[in-house]
């Protein structure tokens, strides 16, 4: 760890036999991350892709529903769609909202600005480092 380093999340991942079929744990959850057949994949979990959108998605409705609460604005559910596209310079991720409830264009174009402050979305958009090393004793 590094100064000014403060961890924030732990998550494994965990691979076997079964063709690419991968175990995430985080704290007391797992969930199964997979490919799909049409790249051998077993198809019985989420793909790498979707589970990085869903990452962003469920943190971006998370975000909007803590501030809809917090203004007490009548908004029964929230959907965020997301897609991936890969670029000639990257990829962009296209984010959609849709809110069941009556808000006004002013409310909406507030909710478009804190769509952005939710967490994962400050990682995706800033400065990220990866490293990677060897772990022993796990």
Same mark, same amino acid.
């Given at each position: 760890?590094?100064?000014?380093?403060?961890?924030?999340?732990?998550? $494994?991942?965990?691979?076997?036999?079964? @063709?690419?079929? /991968?175990? &995430?744990?985080?704290? +007391?959850?797992?969930?199964?991350?997979? #490919?799909?057949?049409?790249?051998?994949?077993?198809?019985?979990?989420?793909?790498?892709?979707?589970?990085?959108?869903?990452s962003?998605?469920?943190?971006?409705?998370?975000?909007?529903?803590m501030?809809?609460?917090?203004?007490?604005?009548?908004?029964?559910?929230? $959907?965020?769609?997301?897609?991936l596209? @890969?670029?000639? /310079?990257? &990829?962009?991720?296209? +984010?959609?909202?849709?809110?069941?409830? #009556?808000?006004?264009?002013?409310?909406?174009?507030?909710?478009?600005?804190?769509?952005?402050?939710?967490?994962?979305?400050?990682?995706?958009?800033?400065?990220?480092?990866?490293?990677?090393g060897?772990?022993?004793?796990?």
């Open positions: 760890m590094q100064t000014g380093e403060e961890a924030i999340a732990f998550t $494994t991942a965990q691979i076997g036999h079964t @063709k690419y079929q /991968t175990i &995430v744990s985080s704290g +007391r959850h797992q969930i199964i991350v997979d #490919e799909p057949e049409t790249i051998e994949g077993g198809d019985t979990g989420m793909e790498p892709h979707g589970l990085l959108l869903g962003l998605g469920s943190c971006t409705a998370i975000t909007l529903r501030y809809i609460n917090r203004k007490m604005w009548p908004v029964d559910e929230i $959907t965020v769609n997301l897609e596209f @890969k670029t000639e /310079t990257g &990829v962009t991720i296209k +984010r959609w909202l849709n809110f069941k409830g #009556e808000l006004s264009d002013i409310q909406k174009n507030r909710l478009l600005q804190i769509a952005d402050a939710c967490p994962i979305h400050k990682i995706l958009t800033g400065s990220i480092d990866i490293e990677t060897f772990k022993t004793g796990v």
